[in-house]
């Protein structure tokens, strides 16, 4: 089966940086998702890593360590609009079933 | 439109009513997924069609769920019988093709509301 842990909620300062982590346990790994859900709309992709490492898109990075089953999203320069919950997402198995952590609730506050 | 659409986007069902909710994937989309969400949680996979076969429904909670999606498109969930444990978001998500990096793409999701 899969276990996907990530925290409930954070908080942050608009202007800082925030680090999401998530760990994982699973078989079969073909990539990890993080998505971006605001409060009554639907997730929106992020990123996808397959290899280790840091993959940067704009103000999000996101790392992967399959060794350690660990990964994290990081937003820098954070906004008001960046408070929203933000999904960990595992790939595993033959096709593209995902499944997907609880969600950290972020916060951003001034 | 260019996005996965769901309808309709609110429910409200009584206890023992059968319920269907409808989703329109993006044109030319392969895969397409159900998720039920609760409140505070993250999506749990119901089930799974690549085109018009239904290749994984392991994640359906009971005999009362059953989804189709006869021409490879438009895809129906239905549950019979609600229950008040029933209320959920209910997101759809369609992507290209099977590949397991491509993303997908979430409609708007249905709110079911079992009274």
């Known amino acids: ?110 | 439109g260019a996005g996965v659409s769901q309808s309709p986007r609110y429910k409200v069902a009584k206890r023992g009513q059968d319920v269907a909710l409808r989703c329109d994937p993006i044109s030319g989309h392969v895969s397409l997924f159900w998720y039920q969400q609760a409140l505070g949680q993250g999506p749990e996979f119901l089930t799974y069609f690549q085109n018009e076969a239904q290749l994984d429904k392991s994640g359906l909670p009971s005999d009362r769920f059953f989804a189709e999606r006869p021409e490879g498109s438009v895809s129906t969930l239905k549950i019979q019988r609600t229950q008040q444990e029933d209320s959920a978001v209910y997101l759809c998500a369609s992507s290209l093709d099977t590949s397991s990096y491509n993303e997908q793409f979430f409609g708007p999701g249905t709110r079911l509301t079992v009274l």
């Open chain 1, 1 to 110: 089966g899969q276990n996907i842990d990530q925290p409930t909620e954070m908080t942050a300062t608009e202007g800082a940086i925030v680090q999401i982590n998530c760990t994982y346990q699973t078989s079969g790994f073909n990539g990890l998702f993080w998505y971006q859900q605001h409060a009554g709309e639907a997730p929106t992709f992020l990123s996808y890593n397959v290899l280790d490492g840091l993959e940067e898109k704009g103000r999000f990075s996101s790392f992967l360590s399959r060794s350690k089953g660990y990964s994290y999203l990081l937003l820098k320069e954070l906004q008001m609009k960046d408070s929203a919950s933000y999904l960990c997402a595992v790939c595993s198995g033959g096709y593209q079933k995902v499944t997907f952590g609880i969600g950290t609730k972020l916060q951003v506050i001034p």
